[in-house]
């Protein structure tokens, strides 16, 4: 079946850049996406890219596909405390249909001052 | 951009009892609406697709008994937890696509039921 990896924690001090990645299974997988999750609050879409583009940036947020290595990455340029939250990564299980989604365990994005 | 909401924000109940959860979808239409449930620390895991007009499609492992998705309208999504039991204690979070031609799902904030 489907998976998605992420790693559980990164962390990383105010200004910096945070790059969260994430692995996939599924090759047939059409759109992928990150969200954003804060404390006792529901997702939050923060960008997501079609399968046959490499990269898409969007303000701060910026996110590389490797389709071959099925690899996703999303980089917040100049980290700042309000970006402290839970990053999911999620991919479309059959490519544009009316599926939902498969989430990975979310990454928990700590900012030091 | 697309917003959807869920009531209620939280809801506590006894064991045995039914739950019911509403999710809209307030300035667009959606066709297609999701029931999600998220254990703590976890990943959020689909429970349904829930279709306007037909019946629910249950993902492997979930229980249409236990749990009644009902979509009447283009805007309105309702799961509704049957006797209630501690184990069902979790988020339950809808989302729903905005348009059936892009596969992008919009998110509820969550319903928070805790089963005593």
């Known amino acids: 079946g489907e998976d998605v990896e992420q790693s559980l924690f990164l962390s990383v001090r105010e200004g910096d850049s945070s790059v969260i990645n994430c692995t996939y299974t599924?090759?047939?997988?059409?759109?992928l996406y990150w969200y954003k999750q804060e404390p006792g609050a529901g997702l939050q879409l923060l960008t997501y890219?079609?399968?046959?583009?490499d990269m898409k940036q969007d303000q701060r947020l910026t996110v590389l596909l490797n389709k071959k290595d099925k690899h996703l990455s999303l980089r917040i340029a100049d980290t700042q405390t309000g970006d402290s939250a839970i990053y999911f990564c999620?991919?479309?299980?059959?490519?544009?249909?009316?599926?939902?989604?498969?989430f990975g365990k979310g990454t928990h994005l700590i900012i030091q001052p | 951009g697309a917003v959807v909401s869920q009531h209620p924000s939280w809801v506590i109940c006894k064991s045995g009892t039914s739950v019911k959860i509403e999710c809209r979808s307030l300035?667009?239409?959606?066709?297609?609406m999701f029931w999600y449930r998220q254990f703590p620390k976890q990943s959020l895991m689909l429970m349904a697709t829930?279709?306007?007009?037909?019946?629910?499609?249950?993902e492997q492992g979930v229980e249409k008994d236990k749990f009644l998705i009902n979509h009447a309208s283009l805007t309105l999504s309702t799961l509704t937890v049957t006797s209630a039991h501690p184990e069902d204690s979790s988020f339950y979070i809808c989302?729903?696509?905005?348009?059936?031609?892009?596969?992008?799902?919009?998110f509820g904030p969550g319903t928070r039921l805790t089963v005593l």
């Open positions: 989302s729903a696509r905005d348009n059936p031609g892009r596969d992008t799902q919009y």
């Open positions: 599924d090759s047939s997988s059409t759109y």
């Open positions: 890219i079609f399968s046959n583009m």
């Open positions: 999620a991919e479309s299980r059959a490519g544009g249909g009316a599926d939902g989604l498969t």
């Open positions: 300035d667009f239409q959606a066709t297609t």
């Open positions: 829930s279709n306007e007009g037909s019946k629910a499609t249950y």
